[in-house]
């Protein structure tokens, strides 16, 4: 299976049991607040603040913190401005790293990225020396011991999903990004359980990595996420299941 989607599956089942719910709930809010700005508050008219209230009302962030953010990206409150910008890097191994942030101080996150990845075997690399490996896609995860792969293909298949595979003891739906709101409507409609549902930038290839450059890069990876900064970091590694589970347990 595909080391970054592992990762995600992974990083997802750590989240919901994870003590750093205000941390989650600040990165939910900057994203609320940076749609809103970006396309109104009204979510039936912007399509981003639609998807990112639902990803903060699923990790059960209270309604008064979504108004104000909302509020703040309206300018109705007043708060910090945030700019969203794309870093671009590698990992040790020459992993490929997208790494989406948003600040309210460019020059102070670029220099803690760039700290992080030169003291954990990495890089950071010029405007779109990996972007074009990576294209933005939907993708809706669904327990594999809550529906049958059939009944789950069909169901797809009928909403207009690109793809269905299945990674350990889940199924992985994938839509193009135009075609991820009206899939997961279809599929929700349909009855069918969906555990969790992102756009995620899904690497046309994979770098295998092993050994110490495999813990190396799960520990950058870690690192990355914690950064009050990221929003979502995108990696093209391939790493062995019993290192995943080796650093993960």
């Excluded at 790494?99 to 996150?109: A, L, P, Q, S």
């Excluded at 793809?163 to 075609?179: A, G, H, I, S, Y």
């Amino acid at each position: 299976m595909s080391g970054h989607s592992k990762w995600a599956t992974t990083k997802h089942r750590k989240a919901a049991v994870d003590a750093k719910r205000g941390k989650i709930f600040t990165r939910l809010g900057k994203e609320i607040a940076v749609a809103a700005r970006m396309g109104g508050g009204d979510a039936e008219a912007n399509p981003r603040l639609r998807l990112a209230i639902g990803k903060a009302r699923e990790a059960n962030m209270p309604a008064d913190n979504i108004k104000r953010a909302i509020q703040r990206g309206t300018g109705e409150l007043p708060g910090v401005a945030y700019e969203e910008i794309v870093y671009e890097g590698y990992g040790p191994g020459g992993v490929a790293l997208l790494m989406e942030v948003t600040t309210d101080n460019r020059n102070r996150t670029v220099g803690e990225l760039r700290h992080l990845l030169t003291k954990h075997g990495g890089k950071m690399g010029e405007t779109g020396c990996v972007a074009w490996m990576f294209h933005r896609k939907g993708v809706v995860q669904v327990p594999a011991d809550k529906m049958s792969e059939e009944a789950l293909m069909e169901a797809a298949l009928t909403a207009g999903a690109e793809d269905m595979q299945r990674q350990d003891d889940t199924f992985e739906v994938t839509t193009t990004q135009e075609d991820f709101e009206p899939v997961l409507g279809a599929l929700k409609e349909a009855g069918v359980p969906v555990a969790e549902a992102e756009l995620r930038m899904i690497p046309e290839t994979d770098v295998k990595l092993d050994g110490a450059d495999a813990e190396r890069m799960l520990r950058l990876m870690e690192l990355l996420e914690d950064h009050d900064d990221m929003q979502a970091v995108s990696a093209n590694f391939d790493i062995p299941d019993e290192i995943m589970e080796r650093v993960f347990s």
